[in-house]
């Protein structure tokens, strides 16, 4: 097979075929960028970074780095589909740790190697009152109740379209406040919030189930299967159909 020739010879025509024939294995690529994905989201990085160094049940984890379970759950999810983290049952507790493997160690020492570089200490203590003080509004247990039920009804019925002005009206709060302190306790605005747990809950259904694409993106609220597929796609990088050969 011939080398691929490129415009402009600068005289480093080996290294470049070297780099030529290491990018050419996209599924490498794919397969750390997926991991990587996983850490994108801060919360979930404060959850993994805490579980490299200790096992914990929800209760605990939810406890110490200040969020509600049902949002820790939801990030453990999808930490242990991505094998990064797993877990052990005791009766009825349920308990998580990281995975022991090669990946997690050097992920594990890249984030606090990143974080002693790009975090000095006093900035550090500035973002952590700054987080205090944006949280202190979720401190209310009435509200923290309310967005629980909000959150769960939200994740019972993805096949529906639930606006703000719905919830406010079933729950009795206004808008802003719901906007306000579901973003404080989850991280995302709800509609992000809904549209991951959508194509979380449509991966899950395209590899233990034999419905269509058409049914799966019913199931989870997209009437429009080019619509879901864009939206899919947009997440895990490969189409719906892509998706289900390559995980079944």
Not at 229 to 247: C, M, Q, S
């Amino acid at each position: 097979m011939s080398k691929r020739q490129l415009p402009h010879q600068h005289g480093n025509v080996k290294i470049a075929e070297k780099m030529i024939d290491e990018l050419m294995n996209s599924e490498n690529f794919y397969t750390v960028a997926n991991i990587f994905k996983q850490l994108g989201d801060s919360s979930r990085l404060k959850i993994y970074w805490l579980l490299c160094h200790c096992e914990e049940c929800v209760i605990n984890i939810s406890s110490m780095v200040d969020m509600s379970s049902p949002a820790v759950s939801h990030h453990l999810r999808a930490l242990k589909e991505s094998g990064l983290v797993i877990s052990r049952r005791v009766g009825k507790e349920v308990y998580y740790k990281a995975a022991d493997i090669e990946e997690n160690r050097y992920l594990d020492k890249a984030v606090e190697k990143i974080m002693e570089v790009s975090c000095p200490k006093t900035n550090a203590e500035e973002h952590a009152s700054a987080c205090k003080n944006e949280k202190s509004d979720v401190k209310d247990a009435e509200h923290i109740g309310i967005m629980e039920n909000i959150h769960e009804y939200l994740v019972q019925n993805l096949d529906k379209r639930i606006t703000i002005e719905d919830l406010s009206k079933k729950y009795h709060i206004n808008t802003t406040t719901i906007k306000e302190l579901f973003k404080s306790m989850y991280g995302t605005s709800v509609a992000t919030h809904v549209k991951q747990h959508r194509i979380e809950k449509a991966a899950e259904l395209l590899t233990t189930t034999s419905l269509s694409i058409a049914e799966i993106s019913r199931t989870v609220g997209y009437e429009n299967a080019g619509k879901f597929t864009a939206v899919f796609k947009g997440v895990y990088d490969v189409t719906p159909k892509e998706y289900r050969k390559k995980h079944t």
